[in-house]
């Protein structure tokens, strides 16, 4: 029987009867009724396939699809590729719009869908080529894990077509969606890459920037590495950057005149900050004796969710299955990306190490384009690269590749080239993900992330026998000759990339003698492995030291423990801001304007939970400080690209904390009098932002008001009306970006889960924006209320409601 074609099969009906009415987001250009009712039906038709049986040319044998009443599917044929083409059918009925922006993304191929505003983002991304790089990357991958991807990519383009009708998104974009492509896959890892490192060198460009315009000095003072705050896993500190002096800084320094109301904001949108966290207790150390992964990765949000949860289910020919791993899926891969196989269970932090370079290209002899190499002069290899849009005519994108890596900028009248590791990924990346569902223990596993190039993670890894284990997983630049933090040339090859560590140099840490492992984005090593590993441009630590410090408090946990860990909305890098704060308003208690303060700061609490007002004076506070001190150094708002350094360190509280308890006379910000007359201003400023965002009324000022969800579907906020259809409620979400809980309105945790493996049943669950990227679907945003509110669900798959029996049939 055709795909498409069926004899049972049946799509189940929208029981949203309030998100059902929403069809009248299609009468969304005004319609009228008719048009509604056209509109209704196209939407209804577009509906995954739940329940019945289809034949699908490819298989090898029926593979079943039984859905939970959130959605969640388990998966089961006997083979791991007749699986992938199962779970390839589902992401491409649930997920195919999701999947083509991310292969397109990564390609810098956007603008062909959704027009002229995504030009800017092709012409950055195009530089690096990524499609023409994994197409010739397909020919590495070994002949199982193609037989996957081939498998997977044919269940995607089955997926899409026994849809009764397109994914709504293109009606509305008015294209047609393009087939899968195997190296579609390839790029979906891409995306990761673009999502979590540096595309552009711009950390190591601005630092360079900043110490030629402040002096190394005061550029080191401001932009450390990282602070007291730090909590790495070895114990090891950092010497903090000494305080510069007057002679260390350049002349005529500082160039601003105005106060706080002509500073930059360097930290305007604390969203910016990454926020991950995994951690990891052994056997020794939990309630029922096995070892637990806790785990909660933080990106940006919308709906759907990025992940989609599977439970993958390979039988083979014996009695037990060949594989039973449950996680999170990345709608464009075969795999499980984060979640357990019963055997091992494992989960990823961003690491922030260093991944890229930025090579000063020195002028050859023949002058030109040419450029010197240890080798000797070289030209850069010209490509020319088409970017279409379906606003307008395509254009023509000269690609300059050098042996290093794409020209990227010029600057200063240097051209700059960047070695970057996405560009070495592809095969490596698939080969080693699928590996790691089928890890039997922590040592087998760290051993696979040695060989991985998936986007550099701090990998956290539990396993059945109690153990525990962290490392970094993904290709690590053999840096010779420099520390990777600014421009260099590799001209003369003393500074070089020696390829790539070799897995027995990668730092890794299995068993340790505390029982615990922890990470949150910030620096979780020290000494030669920090050294090895550089500076990406880490988290600051209170994530970390707050998450340390929890599991040191006790000895021992069980998932839900863990889960509270996670939950954790203590604002504890506040608390000496608000002693400063509540010092301030004090010395001002007879001044009407900021006096009705002091009650909120007496009766203070660090947590960030909707109803708090003092919370979210003393984080503003903090930020208009950071802004004053900042503002001070960083360079002119006219400055443009990667090399305007107008955004604080992400290490900025440390330094901003010295200058304000230290208070060096040479460093008061240009337009005040002293350091009294900074707290003063930035003691004005709240009250300004009082009256702008609650209309002056302290009592409304609350954090929740500032911190509510904006959860949305990427077309919504361009086609009026769609919203209503399918964007998630606009909570007040408690967490901030400082804490465990993690969260912006736009930003946050994609999942939490803490599990043991083996012990599967009793791991627990939490996701926002749901499985379906289909508002009618039974289950659209299920499972949402619940990772709002913290209440945790299983982390294994519920009973079934819907079943599908997908059987092999004739090409």
């Known amino acids: 029987m055709p795909v498409g074609s069926s004899r049972r ?111 800017p983002l092709d012409r950055k991304r195009r530089v690096h080529r990524f499609r023409a790089r994994m197409q010739a990357e397909l020919a590495a991958l070994p002949a199982d894990d193609r037989a996957v991807l081939d498998a997977y990519t044919a269940g995607v383009n089955q997926g899409l077509a026994a849809l009764g009708a397109t994914p709504f998104e293109y009606a509305l974009l008015g294209g047609e969606p393009q087939p899968w492509a195997p190296e579609d896959s390839l790029l979906a890892v891409v995306a990761m890459y673009f999502d979590l490192q540096d595309e552009e060198g711009g950390l190591d460009r601005r630092l360079a920037q900043a110490r030629a315009t402040l002096g190394p000095a005061l550029a080191d003072f401001l932009y450390p590495v990282g602070t007291s705050w730090d909590a790495p896993i070895d114990g090891t500190r950092l010497d903090a950057p000494p305080l510069p002096g007057p002679e260390a800084l350049p002349p005529g320094f500082p160039r601003r005149t105005a106060g706080l109301e002509g500073a930059a904001a360097p930290v305007a949108e604390d969203a910016t900050v990454p926020g991950s966290n995994n951690w990891a207790v052994a056997g020794s150390h939990s309630s029922h004796g096995g070892a637990i992964v806790a785990n909660d990765m933080h990106l940006g949000h919308g709906v759907p969710n990025l992940w989609y949860r599977a439970r993958l289910v390979v039988t083979g020919t014996g009695e037990a299955p060949v594989l039973d791993a449950t996680g999170v899926t990345l709608p464009g891969a ?180 505390a029982g615990r492992l922890w990470s949150a984005n910030s620096r979780v090593v020290g000494g030669e492995a920090f050294a090895l590993l550089g500076d990406g441009g880490y988290a600051h630590g209170s994530r970390a030291r707050q998450i340390r410090d929890a599991l040191l408090a006790q000895e021992r946990f069980d998932e839900k423990a863990l889960l509270a860990i996670q939950l954790d909305d203590r604002g504890t890098v506040l608390d000496r801001w608000h002693g400063l704060m509540l010092e301030a308003v004090k010395a001002r208690a007879d001044d009407p304007a900021v006096a009705d303060m002091l009650a909120y700061l007496t009766d ?15 984080r503003t506070f903090r930020a208009e400080l950071l802004t004053a001190l900042y503002g001070a150094f960083v360079a002119p708002p006219e400055t443009e690209g990667p ?169």
């Not at 998100?19 to 009468?27: S, Y």
């Not at 922006?101 to 390609?107: F, M, Y």
């Not at 499980?336 to 370079?357: F, K, L, M, P």
């Open 9 to 119: 099969a049946r799509r189940s009906p929208g029981r949203r009867v309030a998100r059902g009415a929403g069809i009248a987001a299609l009468g969304l250009l005004g319609l009228g009724a008719v048009a509604a009712g056209a509109a209704w039906i196209y939407l209804g038709a577009s509906r995954p396939l739940l329940e019945g049986s289809l034949a699908l040319p490819g298989l090898s044998a029926p593979v079943t699809v039984a859905r939970d009443a959130g959605g969640v599917p388990t998966v089961t044929g006997t083979s791991r590729a007749d699986v992938a083409h199962a779970l390839g059918f589902l992401h491409g009925q649930e997920r195919f719009f999701q999947m083509d922006t991310i292969r397109r993304s990564a390609a810098g191929e956007l603008a062909a869908l959704v027009g002229d505003a995504a030009l």
């Open 643 to 811: 090399a305007a350094f107008r955004l604080a360190s992400r290490q900025a509280d440390e330094p901003a904390w010295r200058l304000l308890t230290e208070r060096p006379a040479h460093l008061v910000p240009p337009g005040f009098a002293g350091w009294d007359a900074v707290v003063a201003a930035a003691l004005d400023k709240v009250r300004e932002d009082v009256a702008k965002a609650a209309g002056g009324d302290l009592s409304r000022y609350r954090w929740g008001e500032r911190n509510r969800a904006a959860i949305r579907h990427p077309l919504s906020r361009f086609v009026p009306g769609l919203g209503w259809l399918t964007d998630a409620p606009a909570d007040r979400l408690p967490g901030d970006v400082y804490q465990p809980r993690a969260q912006s309105p736009s930003f946050g945790a994609s999942e939490r889960f803490a599990v043991s493996p083996g012990r599967e049943a009793q791991g627990l669950f939490q996701m926002p924006g749901g499985q379906s990227g289909h508002p009618l679907a039974p289950y659209y945003l299920a499972g949402h209320d619940d990772w709002v509110a913290g209440r945790p669900v299983p982390f294994l798959p519920g009973p079934a409601r819907w079943t599908l029996r997908l059987e092999p049939g004739a090409s």
């Open 334 to 513: 075969p795999n499980i990306v984060a979640g357990s196989n019963g055997r091992v269970a494992w989960g990823y932090t961003n690491s922030q190490i260093d991944t890229g370079d930025v090579v000063v290209l020195e002028p050859g002899a023949a002058g030109g384009d040419s450029y010197r190499t240890p080798e000797g002069d070289r030209t850069p290899v010209v490509a020319e690269e088409r970017i279409c849009s379906v606003s307008g005519p395509c254009e023509t994108l000269t690609v300059r590749e050098t042996v290093w890596g794409p020209v990227i900028a010029e600057e200063g009248g240097l051209r700059l080239a960047y070695r970057w590791v996405a560009h070495d990924t592809g095969a490596r990346a698939l080969g080693a993900a699928l590996e790691l569902e089928r890890a039997g223990d922590v040592e087998e596993a760290v051993r696979i992330a040695h060989r991985s190039a998936i986007p550099n993670q701090n990998l956290m890894l539990a396993d059945r026998d109690g153990r525990i284990a962290w490392t970094i997983i993904g290709r690590v630049p053999a840096r010779v000759g420099f520390d990777g933090r600014t421009p260099v040339s590799f001209a003369d090859g003393s500074r070089r990339w020696d390829g790539f560590l070799p897995p027995d140099r990668v730092p890794a840490v299995i068993d340790p003698q």
């Open 604 to 618: 203070w609490d660090n947590r960030a939970v909707p109803e708090a007002v003092g919370y979210r004076l003393v």
